[in-house]
């Protein structure tokens, strides 16, 4: 079965420093991964997603992820943040069998600090 | 830019009630999915549905539970008798296509308080 977990369930960071949020995956395949990011009282929204190309994914808003199979990590970085990057950040694997459904990382609370 | 609707944003029921929650996914999209969040937990699959019919549910989806695309544009998801520990965020989301690498597009959720 496939899941991922993301390590922290909390991240503070003052602005203009570098963000990580990290996210460990399991999967017996190559992996469809995703981040989501959900601010308050809004859906989900994509960030960014590794469908075996690159590894090195760069998404909107300046966040940029790795793939790493050795590692079985995809974590999310950003340099520099900014206060609108608060909010709730959910890393997504794509189920291989079925229908595709995602299953979501427990998320990762990132709060910047002025 | 096309986005996935639902409404109500909140709704609030008795326990023992029926709800209906709705959605309105993109319009070339075929693959339709609801998910809920309990508070302080994590997004968990309930069910996806194509080509007007379910494809895929979890253990959570039982007989309680059904979804439907009445008229072309709006996924439904029902509750025959709500319970309290339904009380969650329910997400509806579209994909264009079947495959792992199709990202899905979620409507803003709908806020369901049993009770």
Redesign the interface.
């Known amino acids: 079965a496939q899941s991922v977990t993301q390590l922290d369930s909390h991240v503070s960071v003052s602005e203009g420093t570098p963000v990580l949020l990290r996210c460990n995956y399991s999967s017996s395949y190559s992996p469809s991964l995703f981040w989501y990011v959900q601010h308050p009282n809004k859906g989900l929204q994509l960030l960014l997603k590794y469908t075996s190309a690159a590894t090195l994914v760069k998404g909107i808003n300046g966040f940029e992820a790795e793939f790493k199979k050795s590692e079985t990590s995809f974590h999310l970085t950003k340099p520099s943040a900014h206060m609108s990057d608060a909010a709730e950040y959910f890393c997504v694997v794509s189920d291989r069998i079925g229908t595709y459904k995602y299953i979501f990382g427990t998320g990762t609370r990132l709060k910047v600090l002025a | 830019e096309p986005e996935?609707t639902q409404t109500p944003s909140h709704q609030v029921t008795q326990m023992g009630q029926e709800v209906i929650l709705r959605c309105v996914p993109i319009s070339n999209h075929l693959?339709f999915?609801w998910?809920r969040q309990i508070l302080g937990?994590?997004?968990?699959?309930l069910v996806?549905f194509?080509n007007n019919e379910i494809?895929?549910k979890s253990e959570i989806f039982d007989d309680q539970f059904s979804v439907e695309r009445p008229d072309g544009s709006n996924f439904t998801l029902k509750i025959r008798s709500t319970k309290l520990e339904d009380s969650a965020m329910y997400?509806c989301?579209s994909?264009e296509g079947?495959?792992?690498?199709?990202?899905?597009?979620?409507?803003?959720?709908t806020r369901l308080t049993v009770l």
């Open positions: 996935v693959y999915y998910y937990q994590k997004v968990e699959f996806s194509y494809s895929e997400f989301a994909s079947g495959a792992t690498y199709n990202e899905q597009f979620f409507g803003p959720g």
